[in-house]
């Protein structure tokens, strides 16, 4: 298996909502890593899980909470987002520190209304 | 600060006229350069990584090159299935990130 699944593949909440973002790899990669794209942009780097434990967190702010329940899961939960926080998310994985690249998913296409 | 730049930002090519498209970098040392092909919509799909300057790899009709300030991205008679954004990405030695560049959009026309 050489996929990183994402799911829902899109979403419309409204900023009262709660929901989460789930990534599911089976690679054996020890690191997951969540990236934030709007359009026509590169994507950005938001948060980094080295062997299950939060390495990097790019000053995101706290209505994005990140979990990695195990080696293969990665969650982005949700809350109180604004209309602005619309934009593609990227999971990616990949073996510590990536030298050999990452795989992302498809992503999960976010509307905040 | 590590800094990739592409160029251009985007192209248009005739179905079978051959291209490069570039990225150059500042990275106070860098541990791999990567290209990333991406479709609308889609996460990137990994193509190459380049590690040292001299180095050079191919896919079908890419061939990816690396010299100490960039790394070029050619591509031999290209397809309208080419047709995508092609992101450049560094990482540099002290870290696990990846730094990308804007990309170029590329489209080719039968």
């Known amino acids: 298996d050489t996929e990183v699944t994402q799911t829902p593949k899109h979403l419309v909440m409204g900023m009262t909502n709660k929901k989460s973002l789930k990534c599911e790899q089976h690679?054996?990669?020890?690191?997951m890593y969540w990236y934030k794209q709007k359009a026509k942009k590169p994507p950005e780097l938001m948060f980094v899980y080295s062997y299950e434990k939060l390495s990097i967190n790019e000053s995101v702010p706290s209505r994005f909470s990140p979990e990695c329940p195990n080696s293969s899961l990665l969650n982005l939960h949700l809350h109180a987002l604004q209309p602005e926080d619309s934009a593609l998310y990227l999971c990616a994985s990949s073996q510590p520190p990536g030298v050999y690249g990452y795989t992302f998913g498809s992503g999960t296409r976010l509307t905040v209304v | 600060e590590d800094q990739v730049t592409q160029s251009p930002e985007a192209l248009r090519l005739q179905e079978g006229e051959s291209s490069s498209l570039n990225c150059s970098y500042t990275v106070s040392g860098l541990r791999g350069l990567f290209w990333y092909r991406q479709d609308p919509g889609k996460g990137p799909e990994f193509l190459f990584t380049l590690y040292s300057a001299g180095e050079e790899k191919e896919k079908e009709r890419l061939k990816a090159t690396l010299t100490k300030k960039e790394s070029f991205l050619h591509i031999t008679a290209p397809k309208p299935e080419d047709s995508a954004t092609y992101l450049c990405?560094?990482?540099?030695?002290?870290?696990?990130?990846?730094?990308f560049g804007e990309g170029t959009q590329l489209t080719v026309n039968p």
């Open positions: 690679m054996g990669h020890r690191a």
């Open positions: 990405a560094l990482q540099e030695t002290s870290g696990s990130r990846l730094t």
